[in-house]
């Protein structure tokens, strides 16, 4: 185990509906990205969160937001869900590298179902 | 921009039969780093390997081996003496400064079947 969980592990929804899905990350890891997986393709990088901020995102929409606390755990906020955010949404955490990367560990994931 | 294509989307072997995930990617940096990793049915992805671009020394750990060649961007991954326990998707994976940190792009991935 790595050390990186998220609540909760499966979640129902209805489109329009907003949801909140969480991750606490490994001890000492300062950093926390979000990535959305759609079944049968790899993930696909949400946005990072370093020391309370944003500082990196990818293509998703502005109704995909978040936030990091203190103790570098996180929360992934979707509002007016769509079909397609129907998807398995892992949490990684590491150290913030500016030199070279430090590798990721991802939680197990919340499978969220949008109906 | 960055790129990494798995060609192959689905592979079956016999148990103890030795099989070769490939993965090619795409970038116009010198510095890179590549990943590989497994998600096995429960979901979590775990981390088999970290490169940088800077290394192309290829890599054995038990089982599994890694081929670098950045002459043809590839970075490909040998399970030797398969078992059914490799029975997973695996996922390679490019990382590259930008903006703010680094930025990871995953492959489609692999699903491997290991039959006994």
């Known amino acids: 185990e790595t050390g990186v969980t998220q609540s909760p592990t499966h979640l129902i929804k209805t489109r329009g509906q907003q949801v909140t899905l969480r991750c606490s990350s490994q001890?000492?890891?300062?950093?926390v990205s979000w990535y959305q997986q759609a079944l049968g393709q790899g993930p696909q990088f949400i946005f990072q969160?370093?020391?309370?901020?944003?500082?990196g995102r990818g293509n998703f929409p502005p109704r995909f937001s978040g936030l990091q606390f203190p103790n570098y755990s996180s929360e992934l906020n979707v509002n007016a869900l769509e079909l397609d955010d129907s998807a398995l949404y892992l949490c990684?955490?590491?150290?913030?590298?500016?030199?070279?990367?430090?590798?990721?560990?991802f939680g197990p994931g919340t499978r969220l179902t949008v109906l | 921009a960055q790129k990494v294509t798995q060609a192959q989307t689905e592979i079956s072997v016999v148990e103890k039969e030795d099989v070769t995930l490939d993965c090619v990617y795409e970038?116009?940096?010198?510095?890179?780093?590549l990943f590989w990793y497994k998600q096995p049915p429960s979901g979590e992805l775990v981390f088999l390997i970290r490169?940088?671009?800077?290394?192309?020394q290829n890599e054995i750990s038990g089982r599994y081996s890694w081929n670098f060649q950045k002459s043809t961007s590839s970075f490909n991954f040998t399970i030797t003496a398969s078992q059914v326990v490799d029975s997973a998707v695996y996922f390679c994976?490019?990382?590259?400064?930008?903006?703010?940190?680094?930025?990871?792009?995953f492959g489609a991935g692999t699903r491997l079947f290991v039959k006994a």
């Open positions: 001890s000492g890891h300062n950093t």
């Open positions: 990684a955490s590491r150290t913030r590298g500016t030199i070279e990367p430090d590798t990721q560990y």
């Open positions: 969160y370093y020391r309370e901020e944003e500082n």
């Open positions: 490169r940088n671009s800077f290394d192309e």
């Open positions: 994976a490019l990382s590259e400064w930008q903006t703010g940190g680094f930025k990871t792009i």
């Open positions: 970038t116009r940096d010198t510095t890179y780093y």
